[in-house]
């Protein structure tokens, strides 16, 4: 199978009450530990590419692997893995321009911290660009707190999506799908220890999402696929793990996985993941250092570090987007 868009993979999701997820990749081990992942799992699949991953990587060699994963899946599992690879936090016309004459099939454009009319201008374009060439377009409206990317936003000026706001945008750009902010941020510290209460263990919970608003929005943006960015759990066990092995991450904390299966089953239809796979890497490659300090050799530290990112990622797939089955 060819690299798809996400249309089809969105309207299954809406109406099945799952989403897809969207994990960002950088290499060839976070690549197949993702694709190995969904091919166990039956799972469609979301790649996306952020601006600094095609500057650390290239382009070309992106593509290739995820061509080489769909290649793999095909031949080893005899699997057609439906893959919709897509430009992460694009934010100029120009890089959009470039994603989709490289092949990518989905790209956003993210003009959220833009005004509500800059934002519509610049979407637009984008869209008129991307739909000529068979390719589909998220946007954003609200700002979310954390790293965005090279852009910074502090939690003073992260801005809940305003529902009101939402059907004018969509149907201005004709964007098909919308990143809304509800309560997420970027990074693996996505409250501050101020913000959450602590458990009988000493553990951090945070405040609970706003579902009040992705309700609203829903409501008025009828079977139209919401997204939501900085989805990661920080699961306990990798940040637990990091501290054991010389690393310091302290009160590390992300959206439980009950929130986000919650709105997976509502107008959610894709979750986005990125500091999860990086923690489950930087875990499982401390952990090697610490019991091997003799060992050099990458290929030995890598291999678990690729079976933990697919470990977590079938995790993911099946408890919390509940995508499984489904490609
Ligand atoms: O939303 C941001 C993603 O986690 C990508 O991060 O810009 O460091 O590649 P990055
Ligand atoms: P996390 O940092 O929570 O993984 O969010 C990733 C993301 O939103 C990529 O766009
Ligand atoms: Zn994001």
Redesign the pocket.
Known sequence: MAIVTSKEMFKKAYDGGYAIG?F?VNNMEIIQGITEAAIEKHAPLIL?V?KGARAYAKHAYLMKLIEAAIEDAEQTAGFDLPICVHL??GDTFELCKSCIDGGFTSV?IDGSSKSFEDNIALTKQVVEYAHDHGVVVEGELGT?A?I?DEVNVDADNASYTRPEEVEEFVTRTGVDSLAIAIG?????Y?FTAAQCTRNEKGILVPPPLRFDILEEVSKRLPGFPIV?????S?PQEFVKIINENGGKMPDAV??PEEQLRQAAKGAVCKI???????LAMTASIRKYFAEHPDHFDPRQYLKPARIAIKDMVAHKLVDVLGCDGKA
């Open positions: 969207a960002n996306q952020s992460d936090h956003m979310l954390g965005e997420t941020s970027h990074g693996a996505k939501l960015h900085g989805s990661s920080v992300g959206i986005n993941i990125d500091s999860d796979l990086r």
